[in-house]
Structure formats: structure tokens, C-alpha cells
């Protein structure tokens, strides 16, 4: 293969292809879980159903620790 030149592509016929949508990020408003806090305390003061915060957390139980970082909604 010593010597030989790659052979180049005609790039000319590839079409630019335009998005169908546009993707923006999403942004949550959260919460930093303290000692003695349960989901139904957060979902109380946040006047939000618990389980609106299990789904967007992705919860399978309601237990939750202090330093966890929970979303609460998107903003």
C-alpha cells in the first residue's frame, strides 16, 4: 500500500438535512433532602403529589437520604 493515494469522495452530493424538532434542555427545580425529611413532607411544602415526585425521581420506594438531591419540577 506504500505510494498509493487515498481516493477522495465527491462531497458535492450529500443533501444537509434539516431537523424535524428542535431539543432544548430541561431544567428541574430541586430540593436537597435534610435529616427528617419523608417525600410527604417535601410533597406537602412543595404542594405537589408524592407520587409526581417518585415518578420524576424515578422511585421505586418512598425512602429517601439526607444529601439526596430530589427534582421537584421542571422550570
Same mark, same amino acid.
Given at each position: ?14 443533501? $444537509?438535512? =434539516?431537523?424535524?424538532?428542535?431539543? !432544548?434542555?430541561? =431544567? *428541574? ?8 425529611? =419523608?417525600?410527604? =413532607?417535601?410533597?406537602?411544602? !412543595? ?10 425521581? $424515578? ?5 429517601? *437520604?439526607?444529601?439526596?438531591?430530589? $427534582?421537584?419540577?421542571?422550570?
Amino acid at each position: 500500500m506504500k505510494g498509493k493515494i487515498p481516493k477522495i469522495r465527491n462531497q458535492a452530493n450529500k443533501v $444537509k438535512r =434539516t431537523p424535524r424538532y428542535m431539543e !432544548f434542555p430541561v =431544567t *428541574y427545580e430541586v430540593y436537597h433532602v435534610e435529616s427528617g425529611d =419523608t417525600l410527604w =413532607t417535601i410533597a406537602k411544602s !412543595f404542594e405537589i403529589p408524592v407520587q409526581q415526585l417518585m415518578n420524576l425521581n $424515578k422511585l421505586s420506594s418512598d425512602r429517601i *437520604y439526607p444529601g439526596q438531591i430530589i $427534582k421537584i419540577r421542571e422550570r
